[in-house]
Nanobody, 128 residues
Framework: QVQLVESGGGMVQPGGSLTLSCAPSGFSLDYHVIGWFRQAPGKEREGVSCISGSDGSTYYGDSVKGRFTISKDNAKNTVYLQMNNLKPEDTAVYYC?????????????????????WGNGTQVTVSS
């Protein structure tokens, strides 16, 4: 059974940091692209970041570039999203998602309607 097991999230003050993790169950990081989308109340789901399990290429949405870093640990079959300098506008439910790596590149961040695998989501709240 394929699952994406998420952890991390929580509440933090502006300027703070959080780390999300996503561990696929039932498939390997190899040959898949894994990343996060987020959705704030009343807004469309937005691509945050993704990483290719095949070649390690990384992509970021414009709103998080320079603040978020995505990485992977193949030995642990886990992907991490380090979020620094968090802002109130980063408040959202963050969803891990994955699909077979077909070479979409940065376009993966726009493909939330096509993702076959999803985590349950984790709440990130940035507030003073």
């Amino acid at each position: 059974q394929v699952q994406l097991v998420e952890s991390g999230g929580g509440m933090v003050q502006p300027g703070g940091s959080l780390t999300l993790s996503c561990a696929p169950s039932g498939f390997s990081l190899d040959y898949h692209v894994i990343g996060w989308f987020r959705q704030a109340p009343g807004k469309e789901r937005e691509g945050v970041s993704c990483i290719s399990g095949s070649d390690g290429s990384t992509y970021y949405g414009d709103s998080v570039k320079g603040r978020f870093t995505i990485s992977k640990d193949n030995a642990k079959n886990t992907v991490y999203l380090q979020m620094n300098n968090l802002k109130p506008e980063d408040t959202a439910v963050y969803y891990c998602a994955a699909e077979f790596d077909s070479g979409w590149g940065s376009s993966w961040l726009t493909r939330y309607r096509s993702m076959p695998y999803w985590g349950n989501g984790t709440q990130v709240t940035v507030s003073s």
